[in-house]
């Protein structure tokens, strides 16, 4: 399974941008993008995926490099509620059991 | 109405129990998930099911069994707990294997061995 490596954390304002990046530079030419969110003492909750393409929906954007090798996710105005753990997490279209692999993520922090 | 659904939220119990956790979803989905996550934060796939057929045992201890009595249902049974279960369990539910759409997660098991 490919990997990704994320910053351990990071700190944001309030009611400005935050951009997570992540790095997977062993990505494979089917691997889907997913990001999720773990806010505190609930389960991940998805965020966004894609694949090529940059993508928006109504939580954040999904910004992916030409070479797909990162992506960067996009928070346009962070919130107190924003505050979670970040996985960007590989999954391939014939992934084995359709497990997601989490790595450590990072740590958003938002400050009012 | 709540997706997927795990009870109970808290667990405490002795080490050597036999304890159940459940767990239930109402979106319609045919793959079932259990994960772990340990002190450090840790999350981990541990089983799928998919159409009631285990698909994934992520070389769990034979001490932990899941169930699945119809698609909708996926409770874990775990016998002679030990100390190093304490964690928090998660159940989730997708569409299927292949597709890419989402995991939903539940809210998750607190299990704490005393």
């Known amino acids: 399974d490919a990997k990704t490596t994320q910053p351990n954390s990071m700190e944001s304002n309030e009611e400005e941008p935050v951009h997570l990046p992540c790095n997977h530079s062993t990505i494979s030419g089917t691997d889907y993008i997913h990001w999720y969110r773990q806010l505190p003492s609930q389960g991940p909750e998805y965020v966004i995926h894609?694949?090529?393409s940059n993508v928006n929906n109504r939580m954040a954007s999904l910004a992916i490099a030409e070479d797909r090798k990162s992506s960067t996710l996009i928070l346009h105005r962070a919130t107190l509620r924003d505050a979670a753990v970040y996985y960007c997490i590989l999954r391939g279209v014939y992934n084995q059991g359709g497990k997601l692999i989490f790595g450590q993520g990072t740590e958003l922090s938002v400050k009012p | 109405d709540t997706a997927v659904s795990q009870t109970p939220k808290y667990l405490v119990t002795q080490m050597g129990n036999d304890k159940s956790i459940k767990c239930e979803q109402n979106l319609g989905h045919d793959t079932m998930y259990w994960y772990k996550q340990d002190s450090k934060k840790f999350l981990k796939i541990m089983f799928s099911?998919?159409?009631?057929?285990?698909?994934i045992n992520e070389t769990v201890p034979n001490r932990f069994s899941p169930k699945s009595p119809d698609k909708a249902h996926l409770n874990l049974h775990i016998n002679s707990l030990e100390l190093g279960d304490s964690a928090v369990y998660f159940c989730?539910?997708?569409?299927?294997?292949?597709?890419?759409?989402?995991?939903?997660f539940g809210d998750g098991t607190r299990l704490s061995i005393l």
């Open positions: 989730a539910s997708s569409q299927d294997l292949v597709s890419n759409q989402p995991q939903h």
């Open positions: 099911y998919n159409n009631k057929e285990l698909i």
């Open positions: 894609g694949l090529t």
